[in-house]
């Protein structure tokens, strides 16, 4: 995808912040929930794939500019 390429939301899902892993768990600040939850790596590798890999990736801003 490029910048400014449009995108088409599942209707029924949310967006999660990952915020740590370990070798059994992704962590995720979930906003539905309010609250940090865990997953097992598995179960979230496998429903990662099947809604097309999609993430969005944050930087931190240039501070020279």
């Known amino acids: 995808a490029?910048?400014?390429d449009e995108f088409s939301w599942p209707t029924t899902e949310h967006c999660m912040l990952l915020t740590g892993y370990d070798d059994e768990y992704y962590?995720?600040?979930d906003?539905?929930?309010g609250i940090?939850?865990?997953y097992e790596r598995e179960q979230c590798e496998r429903v990662f794939?099947?809604?097309g890999?999609?993430?969005v990736v944050l930087n931190?801003?240039?501070k020279e500019n």
């Open 27 to 29: 962590y995720f600040a």
């Open 53 to 55: 890999s999609q993430a």
């Open 31 to 33: 906003s539905l929930e």
């Open 36 to 38: 940090t939850v865990s």
């Open 60 to 62: 931190a801003a240039d």
């Open 2 to 4: 490029e910048i400014g």
């Open 49 to 51: 794939k099947e809604l």
